[in-house]
């Protein structure tokens, strides 16, 4: 009798066991499938379910406590960035745009990265709004695009600062665009507007440098994305995200990635070996003595005497 209950126990701890199996299965295998289609409290679940498994599995291994008590277990670093940025990691991407206006101030509306993408000057890698000088930005990058979701995707890629353009304040200032990128790379897609180092004025602050990736599948006419702006440099890289998805339906944002800069001298060399231009300086205002204020009105008294 007792073993006939102890059985029948076992067999209802197996089906149990099987029951949460398949749901966190199915749960997981929909949480995979599209990270936008499952709603948050799936997502709970199957994350609930897939460290509980993991755990459990863990506590079953001795030869991996044994590592760990000695201090001979190594994780897997790579294994986990790869992990991070297919599932939590667009996720993270969006809250930090959020929190530094790139949305608002680039996009127009927000959306949730599909993944990610690397820019890098040299060995320094473009992050999430970390800080790069501008000396170290004078090329271009090597941007690695993400793998094709399907073969009859194209690229478009877009550097914008929307800190920086001098003549309007609700456009960016367009620093590189090379359109309808193929699977052979940047190489492969049309330069609408060759690149431009960061250029911000002294005394402006830091400035976002975002690179905005477009998804999309029928080629873009590149004379219709070529803005003519004849000698002024200013007019003919004044953009707006906003205003370009808005002519190109077919374009899809895919993804982004930034980081910060501000004044060096490099920029100082940019403006007038490059652009050719008047380096802008902004500069606050000194607050005056009332000595220099007197000295100041008693000048200006001799000078309109002077002309009367």
Request: hydrophobic share 35%; with cysteine.
């Amino acid at each position: 009798m007792i073993a006939t209950v102890a059985s029948g126990l076992r067999v209802v701890c197996t089906v149990a066991a099987g029951v949460r199996q398949v749901a966190a299965a199915s749960l997981q295998k929909a949480y995979y499938r599209d990270y936008s289609e499952v709603t948050r409290a799936n997502r709970a679940k199957a994350l609930r379910f897939e460290k509980c498994e993991v755990l459990r599995q863990n506590r079953r291994n001795p030869e991996l406590e044994r590592k760990a008590r000695r201090k001979e277990l190594s994780v897997p670093l790579d294994a986990v960035q790869k992990e991070w940025e297919q599932f939590e990691g667009p996720k993270h991407l969006q809250t930090i745009g959020n929190h530094f206006h790139i949305y608002q101030d680039v996009f127009g509306s927000e959306f949730r990265p599909r993944t990610f993408f690397t820019v890098r000057y040299g060995d320094r890698q473009v992050m999430r709004g970390n800080i790069l000088n501008a000396a170290e930005t004078l090329d271009p990058p090597q941007v690695t695009l993400p793998p094709a979701p399907k073969d009859d995707t194209l690229w478009t890629l877009v550097l914008s600062n929307p800190d920086g353009n001098l003549i309007n304040n609700h456009a960016e200032l367009l620093h590189w665009m090379v359109a309808n990128i193929g699977s052979d790379g940047v190489a492969s897609g049309n330069v609408i507007v060759p690149y431009l180092p960061p250029v911000p004025p002294r005394g402006s602050g830091f400035h976002r440098m975002v690179f905005a990736l477009y998804r999309h599948t029928q080629p873009l006419d590149p004379t219709q994305l070529k803005k003519k702006g004849g000698d002024d440099w200013i007019k003919e890289r004044t953009f707006s995200s906003q205003d370009f998805q808005a002519k190109n339906t077919g374009v899809q944002p895919w993804s982004f990635c930034f980081y910060q800069t501000q004044w060096d001298a490099s920029v100082h060399q940019t403006y007038m070996n490059t652009l050719e231009y008047p380096e802008p300086v902004y500069e606050l205002e000194k607050e005056l003595t009332l000595r220099q204020m007197k000295q100041q009105e008693i000048k200006q008294q001799r000078q309109l005497k002077f002309k009367a």
